[in-house]
């Protein structure tokens, strides 16, 4: 599985990465919040980025009050910025937004382990999905966010994933080896993009 703490992969992938890795390090965001575990999430990792698409931060701690001062230390004068405390699935989260090099930044904190938090587990599937899906998966599913339909309805509506929700369907994945995917979606994946070819 690939090491999403290794940020490397940034400085030689598609230009948006390779911006992604400029921004990152002119501003040393991850650098300056390195106490709270940073990650970067979301769809610039994965390759399925549009032009909106901005930088997901996920991080975590115990003291949102503090891990918001910090931030706002570094960063409460930068152009944008802005705080916000919400629940998400019942738990206390802060995302802050600036806005640096050309890219919407939004930093997420909650008082869970990265590892753990939807955000990683959904990249961490979409990953796998992905891989199964090869290639054209990666341009569908830009096609589809450019049309304004969201990341994991995206997946859910290319792989043909079972489930109302397709937040949680995705979560139904988890288990499953890139090798099982492939045996579940892969036929479905062809079927998809030969009817997209006609």
């Known amino acids: 599985m690939k090491n999403w703490r290794d940020l490397s ?3 030689t992938g598609t230009s948006k990465q390779r911006a992604a890795w400029d921004a990152l390090t002119s501003t040393r965001v991850m650098e300056n919040l390195k106490v709270y575990d940073p990650v970067l999430a979301g769809t610039i990792p994965l390759d399925i980025d549009i032009a909106e698409s ?28 802005q705080e916000t405390r919400l629940l998400v699935n019942k738990v206390p989260t802060s995302v802050i937004r600036f806005s640096a090099e050309s890219f919407l930044f939004e930093i997420f904190a909650q008082s869970v382990a990265v590892e753990q938090q ?26 589809l966010k ?6 994991e309805p995206a997946f859910s509506l290319y792989f043909g ?7 949680l369907a ?16 892969g036929s479905k994946a062809r079927k998809r993009q030969a009817n997209l070819i006609r």
């Open 118 to 143: 939807n955000a990683y587990r959904h990249m961490v599937i979409e990953a796998r999905l992905l891989e199964t899906g090869g290639p054209n998966a990666y341009q569908e599913i830009r096609k």
């Open 9 to 11: 992969y940034l400085q």
């Open 54 to 81: 901005d930088l997901d931060i996920i991080c975590t701690s115990d003291d949102l009050e503090q891990f918001d001062a910090s931030v706002r230390a570094f960063y409460g004068e930068w152009d944008g910025y």
């Open 161 to 167: 994933i079972a489930g109302a929700d397709p937040y």
């Open 146 to 151: 450019q049309q304004g339909i969201k990341t």
């Open 170 to 185: 995705l979560f139904q994945l988890e288990p499953y080896s890139p090798e099982e995917l492939f045996r579940m979606f």
